[in-house]
């Protein structure tokens, strides 16, 4: 079956500017996590939502950072008044429910960089 | 494209040969963990796993061990061929409702013809 898809793979914007990332976990999966991958990094936990709530946002890096999740599938990461140190490769994943020993399944990321 | 690799620990090894990479992890609380393998401009592609109450599992061509006592990590791969170029990064995940995963550093594995 399909995989987590996420759009668009590229974002190219300029400082100060807003984005919208997006994410289709994989059909039925419950839970979906965002992530942020520096250039030589492993990624880094950002939020994870279970159905339509946020479970846990504690990895978003500021007030700048929100993502919604609002029919519990597609999953909109947001992004105001970019910064450059925002550029980086911006992950999804999903597993088919919420639990700490659930295989997360990751798409292939969004390329973001703010000139 | 970009690499992954960059600044990462590097793995040399001939084709055909055997691999081992290890991951050091920091959470004595942590139960479960995977490994996960990234080719340059891909996502993370799931490798195996094993949880807390295990210290060794099998796959196709891989095997994870788990040493708690030292909070060690490590990935075999037998037999090791070109497709298994990439990164490999061990990943951890706490639990206790917290179900975001902690990465490792990651290691560049390189296959030599």
């Known amino acids: 079956g399909a995989g987590v898809s996420q759009t668009p793979s590229n974002k190219v914007t300029e400082k100060g500017k807003y984005v919208e990332l997006r994410c289709d976990p994989i059909s039925g999966h419950t839970a979906l996590y965002w992530y942020r991958q520096s250039l030589g990094q492993g990624p880094e936990f950002l939020i994870y939502?279970?159905?339509?709530?946020?479970?846990?946002d504690s990895g978003l890096p500021n007030d700048r950072f929100f993502a919604v999740r609002p029919e519990g599938s597609v999953s909109t990461l947001k992004i105001q008044r970019t910064e450059r140190g925002d550029s980086a490769v911006y992950l999804c994943a999903s597993s088919r429910r919420q639990g700490a020993a659930e295989t997360q399944y990751f798409g292939p990321g969004t390329r973001l960089l703010v000139l | 494209g970009e690499s992954v690799g960059l600044h990462l620990p590097t793995l040399s090894v001939q084709e055909g040969d055997n691999s081992i990479i290890n991951c050091a992890y920091s959470?004595?609380?942590?139960?479960?963990f995977i490994w996960y393998k990234q080719e340059s401009g891909k996502g993370p592609q799931f490798i195996i796993d094993i949880r807390s109450n295990m210290d060794k599992r099998q796959g196709q061509r891989v095997t994870v061990l788990l040493n708690k006592t030292v909070k060690h990590l490590s990935l075999q791969i037998a037999a090791t061929q070109p497709g298994d170029s990439a990164v490999y990064f061990c990943?951890?995940?706490?639990?206790?409702?917290?179900?975001?995963?902690?990465f490792g550093k990651g290691t560049h594995l390189i296959i030599q013809p």
């Open positions: 990943a951890e995940n706490s639990g206790g409702g917290a179900d975001g995963l902690t």
């Open positions: 939502f279970q159905g339509t709530g946020a479970a846990d």
């Open positions: 959470n004595s609380a942590s139960d479960y």
